[in-house]
């Protein structure tokens, strides 16, 4: 039986060496978007209302097409979905890149390509969500799924920085240039990925499956709880933060200032990471649920103190927190639903925690108008507060236990 000693043990498997290259070179692409994305709105239109409507739309597509992802991911090779995804997401952002060096972006114009952006980010979400148990053997989960977060974020950090640093110097134009080109770095190291497809009895049709998918879903209170929690979660920070945030740091600190803000976080998801490979606390899932109140801080500090050192601070505190939650949650899922049908309810899990993303993002520019950052903020943050309390009330969620023993160290 494989024991593990460090969380490195999973990297001597080609497969997740491989599917962890893709991922670290993915998420720095991904990292770099909205920053370049955000000013490019701003630069064209100056409106919080505009950036809504355009960051929003991707949120949009990402809810109508995820189920759709899980099916696909259920029934094909989840290694060439990756592929295709991600060469199709380095095509639209250089669409987006050439519009705005060309002089002829428009918010219609980003509306439809942030659109399609959306629609190939939903297909990948669930493949790529429920192909870890796939590359390591089940001992080696935890440290995998930590090892996967650490590098992805370690991605996300360098691309948040980068951004910042990019459209500072250069324009949103060039940044998401770069953003189109680490899509295809990301595309090619996939290419060598050789995982098989599940196998599926019979041929069912999409919508059976999607009935199986639900039934998996709904069967377990503990996971659809905590889904109603990042429902309500994810829509008052994504607000708050890619919508209200980039407006206060261009009156405030500036455009690099928020790309460290934005690093920082990615920083926090680091250290979360690494500390999450060796945490393996029996009701690991009710201690990340309690982590998410930290989802609160970085919105009342935007709206009592815009400063840089002390957001820089919050951020990466509540990346730190926020990540050892996504490592409980990732595995929680990966131990009590059967692999033939993890990406479905994965896609599911994706589905209600960002379903009502669109509706935050699109109504923070007017409600901010309407009524002032401040209160939208502090708003924002009493909902997170809530909605986290709220779920720590279910007895599923505090009772959960991990299956898997920890395992024993190499002498």
């Known amino acids: 039986m494989p024991r593990a000693s460090t969380v490195t043990a999973p990297l001597r498997h080609a497969d997740f060496r491989r599917l962890v290259t893709g991922r670290t070179f993915a998420e720095f692409g991904n990292a770099v978007a909205p920053v370049a994305l955000a000013f490019a709105v ?46 199709a997401a380095a095509i639209t952002q250089a669409a987006i890149a050439v519009s705005v060096l060309g002089g002829f972006a428009s918010v219609p114009l980003l509306l439809g390509l942030s659109m399609a952006n959306g629609a190939v980010s939903a297909i990948a979400l669930p493949a790529s969500s429920s192909i870890v148990p796939q590359t390591v053997p089940a001992l080696l989960l935890q440290p995998a799924n930590a ?38 770095v990301a595309a090619f190291a996939y290419r060598r990925l050789r995982i098989p497809r599940a196998e599926r009895p019979g041929k069912a049709r999409p919508f059976a499956e999607l009935a199986e998918g639900w039934h998996e879903f709904r069967s377990r209170t503990w996971l659809w709880v905590v889904v109603l929690q990042f429902m309500i979660v994810n829509a008052a920070a994504a607000g ?12 405030t600190f500036g455009r690099a200032g928020w790309g460290l803000v934005l690093a ?39 709206a009592e103190a815009p400063n840089l050192v002390l957001l820089v601070g919050v951020m990466a505190l509540t990346g730190c927190a926020i990540e050892m939650g996504a490592v409980a949650w990732d595995v929680s899922l990966q131990e009590h639903v059967p692999p033939d049908r993890l990406a479905r309810v994965y896609s599911y899990d994706v589905l209600g925690s960002i379903i009502a ?15 002032g950052r401040e209160p939208v903020l502090l708003s924002g943050a009493a909902l ?28």
Request: charged share 10%; proline share 5%.
């Open 147 to 184: 090892l996967n977060r650490i590098l992805s974020n370690t991605g996300r950090f360098a691309g948040a920085a980068a951004g910042g640093v990019l459209v500072a110097a250069f324009g949103s134009g060039w940044a998401i240039a770069a953003n189109a080109g680490l899509f295809l």
């Open 384 to 411: 997170i507060v809530v909605a986290t309390l709220l779920a720590l009330c279910s007895k599923q969620v505090r009772g959960l236990r991990r299956l898997t023993p920890a395992p024993a160290p190499v002498s």
């Open 357 to 371: 993303v669109p509706l935050g993002q699109m109504a923070a520019g007017p409600l901010a108008e309407r009524w």
């Open 240 to 251: 708050g933060i890619l919508v209200i945030g980039p407006t206060i740091a261009d009156g």
């Open 42 to 87: 701003l630069d064209l239109t100056g409106s919080a209302v505009d950036l809504g409507l355009v960051v929003g739309a991707r949120s949009l597509a990402n809810v109508v097409l995820v189920l759709f992802g899980g099916v696909l991911a259920d029934r094909l090779p989840r290694s060439v979905i990756l592929q295709g995804t991600e060469t």
């Open 264 to 302: 920082a976080e990615t920083a926090g998801w680091v250290l979360g990471g690494m500390l999450a490979a060796h945490w393996r606390p029996d009701r690991a899932l009710a201690i990340g649920v309690a982590f998410v109140l930290c989802n609160a801080i970085p919105l009342v500090a935007l």
